[in-house]
Antibody, heavy 119, light 107 residues
Framework: EVQLVESGGGLVQPGRSLKLSCLASGFTFSNYGMNWIRQAPGKGLEWVASISSSSSYIYYADTVKGRFTISRDNAKNTLYLQMTSLRSEDTALYYC????????????WGQGVMVTVSS | DIQMTQSPSFLSASLGNSITITCHASQNIKGWLAWYQQKSGNAPELLIYKASSLQSGVPSRFSGSGSGTDYILTISNLQPEDIATYYCQHYQSFPLTFGSGTKLEIK
């Protein structure tokens, strides 16, 4: 059974940093591209970042480019999102998700981790 | 950037009926479209990819169609468990974008 478990969320002050993790199991993590998607409270879904299986290709939404860094450790079956210079508008539930072999659609999702940016 | 315009925002329908949700892309996305279902308090789940391919395990009551800029999600024989918000998402190019969602209520 595929499982994606996010961790590392919490309450953080504006301008500070936070690092999210997503531990994968139940599939060969190193063969799949991974992504972060977020959802602000009561709002819709927003794609944040994507990384290919070998980290060769990385993409970011303009809203986080230069502030967030996606990375992965295939030996640890773990995806990361390093978030710096956090803003109140980054407050959201952050999901990690794998993407399908035939395109950047999201076939398996974690349950999400909440990040709240507030003073 | 490709904008996804989803409609309606809210839909109320009776059990056993069929409904359609539409998604319009601001440019040709060549069928690179997915649909998701998000039940209250849960993570989204993939229903359809490549506009019309049903994800494994998804009931055949769900179907997708469309091409170019216009796409449709159809749910036939509505069931109580279909209460959810539905989103479309294109993956033609980066940035990936979602529609604004359709909240489905059962009458």
């Amino acid at each position: 059974e595929v499982q994606l478990v996010e961790s590392g969320g919490g309450l953080v002050q504006p301008g500070r940093s936070l690092k999210l993790s997503c531990l994968a199991s139940g599939f060969t993590f190193s063969n799949y591209g991974m992504n972060w998607i977020r959802q602000a409270p009561g709002k819709g879904l927003e794609w944040v970042a994507s990384i290919s299986s070998s980290s060769s290709y990385i993409y970011y939404a303009d809203t986080v480019k230069g502030r967030f860094t996606i990375s992965r450790d295939n030996a640890k079956n773990t995806l990361y999102l390093q978030m710096t210079s956090l803003r109140s508008e980054d407050t959201a539930l952050y999901y990690c998700a794998s993407h399908g072999g035939s395109g950047y659609y999201f076939d398996y999702w974690g349950q999400g981790v909440m990040v709240t940016v507030s003073s | 950037d490709i904008q996804m315009t989803q409609s309606p925002s809210f839909l109320s329908a009776s059990l056993g009926n069929s409904i359609t949700i539409t998604c319009h892309a601001s440019q040709n996305i060549k069928g690179w479209l997915a649909w998701y279902q998000q039940k209250s308090g849960n993570a989204p789940e993939l229903l359809i990819y490549k506009a019309s391919s049903l994800q494994s395990g998804v009931p055949s009551r769900f179907s997708g169609s469309g091409s170019g800029t216009d796409y449709i999600l159809t749910i036939s024989n509505l069931q109580p468990e279909d209460i959810a918000t539905y989103y479309c998402q294109h993956y033609q190019s980066f940035p990936l974008t979602f529609g604004s969602g359709t909240k489905l209520e059962i009458k």
